[in-house]
């Protein structure tokens, strides 16, 4: 069965950076473009990030762009985001997601497939 295993999240101060993992395992990893997109309380899905299928495209939400790195290692079947100089405003719980093909969709049913997500709160 495929499983998007998320990981890292925390309680971060402003201004702190954390690093997010997501294990994949049950489909072609390798084949799919990956993103990261996250969900505060009250508010609708946001796209953060997405990588493409042998990591030679990425592409970062305004919100995050400076700040924010996505990486993935294909042979361990793992992406990430390292966040840097977070704020208050990126406190969410993010998820990681895939598609066959490129999208910035804000519909969590549009990706193939989806993790239940890590926390991340940035607050003094």
């Known amino acids: 069965q495929v499983l998007l295993v998320e990981s890292g999240g925390g309680l971060v101060q402003p201004g702190g950076s954390l690093r997010l993992s997501c294990a994949a395992s049950?489909?072609?990893?390798?084949?799919?473009?990956m993103y990261w997109v996250r969900q505060a309380p009250g508010k609708g899905l946001e796209w953060v990030s997405g990588?493409?299928?042998?990591?030679?495209?990425?592409y970062y939400a305004d919100s995050v762009k400076g700040r924010f790195t996505i990486s993935r290692d294909n042979a361990k079947n793992m992406l990430y985001l390292q966040m840097n100089t977070l704020n208050p405003e990126d406190t969410a719980l993010y998820s990681c997601?895939?598609?066959?093909?490129?999208?910035?969709?804000?519909?969590?049913?549009?990706?193939?497939?989806w993790g239940q997500g890590t926390q991340v709160t940035v607050s003094s």
């Open positions: 997601a895939s598609s066959l093909l490129y999208t910035t969709t804000t519909r969590r049913q549009d990706y193939d497939y």
């Open positions: 049950g489909f072609a990893f390798g084949r799919y473009w």
């Open positions: 990588i493409s299928s042998m990591a030679g495209s990425t």
